[in-house]
T-cell receptor, first 113, second 112 residues
Framework: DAEITQSPRHKITETGRQVTLACHQT?????MFWYRQDLGHGLRLIHY???????NKGEVSDGYSVSRSNTEDLPLTLESAASSQTSVYFCASGDRVGLNEQFFGPGTRLTVL | QQQVKQSPQSLIVQKGGIPIINCAYE??????FPWYQQFPGKGPALLIAIRPDVSEKKEGRFTISFNKSAKQFSLHIMDSQPGDSATYFC???????????FGEGTQLTVNP
């Protein structure tokens, strides 16, 4: 069955370190998204991609970067982790054709000490 | 800026009650309004969605009511069950694009 996976599921890191969160989908979806979820803020879009070599900034992109070298993967990199980036991160994928449904991964809980 | 406002932040009802969650949007270009359901430790999943050409959509016990002139839409859960306890997110997007703008979420608890 097609799926979307994230790794690691839990990560603890220190301030200033570079961290990369992986996202892999097997639906062959063109569109992929990264969100962060914080209490009281819902899901906020960090970066998104509409296809290979395409990346775009979302509403909370400062301190984050992504790259899209193939259809299946959209890794999210925190260049220099900050305590404000402690959050739960969700990756999602979807198809432009249809009802814009997005399929979410199980999430990565990141703690920056 | 927050383009989709959701209320209440939390809601507690008894089994069989009808919880109602409300959302308001600002961007009149939005024309797709989904609701996502999220259980603890899981990612959100699409529950039901509506387009502005209809005022109501029903799927099982879940109903979306849509008021285009007021730029508001709401989720009603009929005969709520403890298994409906979850966080619910409303969202909005334009058909021509696939970016979703989410509300802040509502944590629903249905007591037995």
């Amino acid at each position: 069955d097609a799926e979307i996976t994230q790794s690691p599921r839990h990560k603890i890191t220190e301030t200033g370190r570079q961290v990369t969160l992986a996202c892999h989908q097997t639906w062959n979806h063109n569109n992929m998204f990264w969100y962060r979820q914080d209490l009281g803020h819902g899901l906020r879009l960090i970066h998104y991609s509409y296809g290979v070599q395409d990346t775009n900034k979302g509403e909370v992109s400062d301190g984050y970067s992504v790259s899209r070298s193939n259809t299946e993967d959209l890794p999210l990199t925190l260049e220099s982790a900050a305590s404000s980036q402690t959050s739960v991160y969700f990756c999602a994928s979807g198809d432009r054709v249809g009802l814009n449904e997005q399929f979410f991964g199980p999430g990565t809980r990141l703690t920056v000490l | 800026q927050q383009q989709v406002k959701q209320s209440p932040q939390s809601l507690i009802v008894q089994k069989g009650g009808i919880p109602i969650i409300n959302c308001a949007y600002e961007n009149t270009a939005f024309d797709y309004f989904p609701w996502y359901q999220q259980f603890p430790g899981k990612g959100p999943a699409l529950l039901i969605a509506i387009r502005p050409d209809v005022s109501e959509k029903k799927e099982g016990r879940f109903t979306i009511s849509f008021n285009k002139s007021a730029k508001q839409f709401s989720l009603h859960i009929m005969d709520s069950q403890p298994g409906d306890s979850a966080t619910y997110f409303c969202a909005a997007s334009k058909t021509s694009g696939s970016r979703l703008t989410f509300g802040e979420g509502t944590q629903l608890t249905v007591n037995p």
